[in-house]
């Protein structure tokens, strides 16, 4: 089966054309330019939505949720992060596994106030800001609106991480020479209207973590990005898979993976491979999983065959919450996956790194 290279005049699995991701999410009519794109989008333009897609008032205060998630990975350590502004409620969490120990070093998880502690803006790209500001507790992802690398940091006192240790992460995640970033505008259910998401992996970085007494050096790793914001539904569920590696012969590699989200609409599939310089589109995820014991292994394949894959996590990071009407089970094993991957038609056993994950929030 041909590979689907992203790109300007190739065609998808469902026969539609996609090409370069369009300088607006919206057309002059208000109507979203729904599709799978290549590229940075300049801006999320929700308010510029009109007629069904279109939300107002307090209903797009609700339904309005955004994030940011960024994840960095070498041979030693694996560091993940992110930033969620939900409307009326925000959060953010760090942890990092030691991979040649393989054992947690780190984690920390808090609520936030949205627009006070938590902030996420509409520029996935150039000019993004997201970040969280608590007590003893600093977490961001940024990127300089001239388009330079992309900047993933936190500085966490000592009892703004404990017991673990003041954290000090500087990072920097490169775009170029890299592969494009993957766009997706999707529909969804009512009473939501509309999901944004980039997703950008196999990003070369460097920088330093430091936790406590521990330096772990990411020059020569990778890294991941996912920016999502959209109008979503009362209910919100999927399972994501995310990995990052390189190739026998050196190129880098990264892995997207969804199913239950994103995916109801024929022209919008954000399952995609990232090698060297290439993103290349794949067939629909499929999940095998004990849903009550996520730690277990868990089996991942693509229905075009380009993707077979088996995960051992390692830990296992949560965030159950019931909080009015907040009810949230949010499990990410982050750990290993060995398998294949098909690239230009040739089998690749790869060994990657990275995350599952299975979401089921009411919000």
């Not at 539609?16 to 590229?39: C, F, H, L, S, W």
């Not at 409307?87 to 953010?92: E, K, S, T, V």
């Not at 500085?155 to 494009?180: I, K, M």
Request: aromatic share 8%; hydrophobic share 40%.
């Amino acid at each position: 089966m041909e590979e689907r290279v992203i790109s300007e005049g190739t065609r998808g699995d469902e026969g539609e054309a996609i090409g370069k991701v369009p300088n607006a999410m919206v057309d002059r009519r208000g109507q979203a330019r729904i599709g799978t794109y290549r590229g940075e989008l300049v801006a999320v333009q929700l308010e510029r939505l009109r007629g069904e897609e279109a939300l107002g008032g307090l209903q797009a205060r609700l339904r309005r949720k955004r994030w940011q998630y960024s994840a960095l990975c070498t041979d030693e350590v694996f560091v993940a992060q992110a930033v969620v502004h939900a409307g009326f409620a925000g959060n953010a969490f760090m942890y990092a596994i030691d991979l040649r120990e393989e054992r947690l070093v780190l984690r920390a998880s808090t609520l936030g106030l949205p627009g006070v502690q938590v902030a996420v803006n509409n520029q996935p790209g150039a000019g993004l800001e997201a970040s969280f500001r608590g007590p003893g507790q600093k977490i961001w992802t940024r990127r300089p609106p001239q388009g330079a690398p992309y900047e993933v940091g936190a500085n966490l006192s000592r009892w703004g991480a404990l017991p673990y240790g003041a954290v000090d992460l500087r990072a920097h995640l490169s775009v170029v020479q890299a592969a494009p970033a993957l766009t997706v505008i999707a529909p969804v259910a009512a009473p939501g209207r509309l999901n944004v998401t980039q997703k950008w992996m196999g990003l070369p970085a460097r920088g330093r973590l430091q936790i406590a007494s521990r330096s772990y050096e990411l020059a020569g790793g990778l890294g991941a990005l996912d920016y999502t914001q959209g109008f979503l539904g009362r209910r919100t569920a999927w399972r994501w898979a995310m990995a990052l590696g390189r190739l026998d012969d050196g190129r880098r590699l990264g892995l997207n993976l969804v199913e239950g989200f994103n995916d109801d609409h024929p022209t919008a599939n954000e399952n995609a491979l990232w090698v060297g310089d290439r993103l290349i589109g794949l067939g629909r995820a499929r999940f095998t999983y004990q849903k009550d014991r996520p730690g277990e292994p868990w089996q991942v394949r693509t229905t075009c065959g380009r993707v077979e894959l088996s995960f051992r996590s390692i830990y296992v990071h949560r965030e159950v919450r019931n909080i009015g009407p907040v009810r949230s089970s949010f499990l990410q094993p982050a750990g290993r996956f060995e398998g294949t991957i098909k690239v230009d038609n040739i089998a690749y056993p790869v060994r990657l790194v990275g995350v599952t994950e299975d979401q089921d929030i009411w919000w």
